[in-house]
């Protein structure tokens, strides 16, 4: 048998299945489905608004071991997270208290509930290495996993176009209405590449390569963004904000303003907060445009910048930010790094710096002998990591 010890040195797909052998005492080896989490390089707080981002998947993932049942059962359980999950596959699907993870496999259950195929339940044992409420996508990773055992245990192939329809609605059930960012991310990035996602109806993706001498150094905050809990709140303020400032000065949508470059429009806002929030898109739009541009021409420099200006950005205009991810930034940006922002919604978890294989290490190091000096929480592989450019879980 093995050592818990033993266990850690496999792969997160590989943990799942031993966990679920063990637990379920299964005679039939589990399929497994993986779903990476992602760090959002560019083109915060403006998804919901259809306008273009550039995320892109990362190595670290959440896999669920399952093996259908011959009835409507759902169970789950889980390595990390505590209790077990229990209920039929029969709508409706009510939540549990927040924060309850069985809520995201409810979730699955309720964003396919339309699909009448859908028959039978399943068991499933679940593993991560993904860091939750990081700003890394843990939540749509999760509710991914779950949709996706629960799709191939009753036969359903469902098109990407559909997934990205239906998830960020099933996704309210567990917390925040967020953009579909997230969940195109997870499911349809590729290794090596960006995912430049520019327009989301109908989707239309650009996979943009990443030069190999790049690399993507992610820094927690160790500060929890829990977009179940208080974040969620703030995250809707700031999208209300937004939108009032569209309305009142009567365009219908974000793309409307960018394609017809009329910025000075915000002068009109006499509401502070509503000018800024209505700056912040219009001008991050802008930048994910011109970072797609650098990373075409492999220019770091200009990349970097507009990652640091972004950050300048959330922090100033839709106040986004906190003093431990403006220190991190900082930080990283004086050790040499080309540049840096919050990634995700912010409030909490992390930061992702751009640098170079030559100056990463001395990058890394600063963080780790300022930042994380004297934090017993603070754990190397999980809150200070280079993310690969990696596949999403359909690819
Ligand atoms: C969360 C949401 C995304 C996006 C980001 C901010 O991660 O789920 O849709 O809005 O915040 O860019």
Excluded at 313 to 330: F, H, I, K, M
């Amino acid at each position: 048998m093995q050592t818990h010890e033993s266990l850690s040195q496999l792969s997160v797909s590989e943990q799942a299945i031993t966990h679920f052998e063990r637990f379920f005492d299964a005679a039939k080896r589990p399929f497994v489905v993986a779903a990476p989490g992602r760090v959002n390089l560019i083109g915060e707080h403006i998804d919901y608004h259809g306008l273009p981002v550039m995320p892109m998947a990362i190595q670290k993932h959440i896999a669920v071991a399952f093996l259908p049942r011959k009835d409507r059962l759902i169970r789950a359980k889980s390595s990390q997270m505590v209790g077990a999950v229990e209920f039929p596959l029969t709508p409706p699907f009510l939540a549990c208290e927040a924060g309850n993870w069985g809520n995201y496999v409810r979730a699955a259950a309720q964003t396919f509930a339309s699909y009448d195929t859908l028959r039978t339940g399943f068991d499933a044992y679940v593993a991560s290495d993904l860091p939750s409420a990081a700003g890394l996508s843990s939540s749509s990773a999760l509710l991914i996993a779950f949709s996706l055992a629960l799709l191939q245990a009753n036969d359903v192939q469902p098109t990407l176009n559909e997934l990205t329809a239906l998830l960020p609605n099933g996704e309210q059930f567990v917390g925040t209405r967020g953009g579909a960012m997230d969940h195109i991310a997870v499911l349809a990035s590729r290794a090596g590449f960006a995912t430049l996602i520019r327009s989301f109806s109908p989707l239309e993706i650009e996979y943009v390569p990443i030069p190999q001498e790049w690399r993507f150094l992610v820094a927690h905050s160790l500060v929890i963004a829990e977009k179940s809990g208080a974040v969620r709140a703030q995250y809707n303020s700031r999208r209300e904000a937004r939108r009032r400032a569209l309305q009142k000065l009567g365009f219908e949508s974000y793309a409307q303003v960018v394609d017809r470059v009329v910025y000075s429009n915000a002068s009109m806002l006499s509401d502070e907060a509503e000018r800024d929030a209505f700056l912040h898109v219009t001008s991050e739009a802008r930048r994910v445009e011109h970072a797609a541009d650098a990373l075409r021409n492999r220019d770091i420099t200009g990349f970097g910048r507009l990652l640091y200006e972004s950050h300048v950005s959330l922090r100033d205009r839709l106040q986004v930010s906190l003093p431990e991810l403006d220190l991190l930034v900082n930080t990283a940006m004086d050790a040499g790094a080309t540049g840096a922002r919050l990634t995700g919604a912010g409030f909490g978890g992390c930061v992702v710096c751009v640098c170079t294989a030559a100056n990463i290490e001395q990058v890394r190091r600063r963080l780790f002998q300022t930042y994380f000096a004297g934090k017993p929480e603070f754990d190397p592989d999980t809150h200070l990591f280079v993310a690969q450019a990696s596949a999403g879980a359909l690819m």
